[in-house]
C-alpha cells in the first residue's frame, strides 16, 4: 500500500487531497497546526480506514516539527510514496512590502520554502531507497513565470524560488524514479476548498472563463494524476489549475 505524506491536509485544499488519497486506497499521514477537530473529523471520517489514517500536529515554519512529522509517518507506516505540500502561510491583508514585518517576511519564506527544503532533505533518501517518489508543491498563477503580484510580495518571491526548486530537484532525482511537480490553484474560496466538482457545477460565475467556480477536487485530482505510477514522463512541470481566471493583475491600477 502506497503512503501519501500530506502537510495541512485537516483542512481546505488539504483537506480534499487527503480524502482523495484515502479513497484511492493509500495510507497517509496529515499534519495539521491548531485545529484538532477538524483533523479528528477526517479521521472520523473513515471508520473503516481508521489504520491507515494518522494526523500529526506540526508547524511547518519549525524544522523540528518537519522532522518529528516524517519519523511519526515512517514509524508507522514505514515508507513514504507522495509527499505534498500543501501547507504555506498566506497573509490575507493587502500591503505593500515596505509594510511588511520582519516576521511576516520569515514566515512567508520559512512556510513556503524552506520547510519544503527540510522535507525533501527527510523524504528524498526514503524516497531513493524506494527507487519511486512523487512530491508536489503548490505555487500561483504565473509563478512559472516570476511576475510580480502587487499586496503579495513575500508569497510570490517564496513562490517563486520554490519553481525553480521543483525543476532542479525533479532533475537531479529523475534517476531514482521520483518526480517533482508544481500545482498551481487558481481561485477557489470558502466551503469550495473542501468541495467537489459537482459543487462548483452548481454555481455559476461570470468572472469565470470556463463558468464555474473552482473546487478542492479540481486541486485533488490533478495532484493524485500526478502522483499515478506511470505519471513518470511528467516531472519538473508547473502545472495551472486556474479555469482561465486572472488573479494577478487583478490589483493593477488601470490608466
Known amino acids: 500500500m502506497r503512503h501519501a505524506l500530506i502537510t495541512a491536509g485537516s483542512k481546505g485544499l488539504g483537506r480534499k487531497v487527503a ?32 489504520n491507515r489514517i494518522q494526523c500529526v500536529q506540526a508547524d511547518v515554519t519549525k524544522k523540528n516539527d518537519l522532522i518529528s512529522l516524517v519519523d511519526q509517518a ?26 511588511y514585518r520582519e516576521q511576516e517576511w520569515d514566515d512567508m519564506i520559512r512556510g513556503n520554502l524552506d520547510a519544503v527544503f527540510h522535507l525533501m532533505k527527510k523524504v528524498v533518501p526514503i ?32 513562490k517563486t524560488g520554490l519553481v ?8 537531479e532525482e529523475a534517476e531514482n524514479g521520483i518526480t517533482v511537480n508544481m500545482v498551481c490553484p ?18 455559476h460565475d461570470p468572472h469565470t472563463p470556463i463558468g464555474r467556480p473552482g473546487s478542492g477536487e479540481d486541486i485533488s485530482r490533478t495532484i493524485l494524476f500526478l502522483c499515478n505510477d506511470n505519471s513518470d514522463m511528467i516531472t519538473g512541470t508547473i502545472m495551472e489549475v486556474t479555469g482561465g481566471v486572472d488573479v494577478i493583475h487583478k490589483y493593477r491600477k488601470q490608466k
Not at 525553480?164 to 532533475?171: E, H, N, Q
Not at 487558481?186 to 454555481?203: F, T, Y
Open 19 to 50: 480524502e482523495q488519497f484515502i479513497e484511492a486506497g493509500y495510507s497517509v499521514t496529515i499534519s495539521y497546526r491548531q485545529d484538532k477537530e477538524k483533523a479528528e473529523a477526517l479521521w472520523s471520517k473513515y471508520p473503516a480506514f481508521h
Open 74 to 99: 515512517m514509524e508507522v507506516f514505514g515508507r513514504i510514496d507522495v509527499l505534498v505540500n500543501n501547507a504555506g502561510p498566506y497573509i490575507f491583508e493587502r500591503k505593500k512590502l515596505m509594510d
Open 127 to 158: 524516497m531513493r531507497n524506494q527507487q519511486f517518489g512523487r512530491i508536489i508543491n503548490y505555487g500561483f498563477q504565473d509563478a512559472n513565470t516570476a511576475p510580480g503580484w502587487v499586496y503579495r510580495s513575500a508569497f510570490a518571491a517564496a
Open 164 to 171: 525553480s526548486l521543483t525543476k532542479s530537484v525533479a532533475y
Open 186 to 203: 487558481g481561485k477557489i474560496e470558502g466551503e469550495l476548498k473542501e468541495g467537489a466538482i459537482a459543487d462548483s457545477r452548481l454555481h
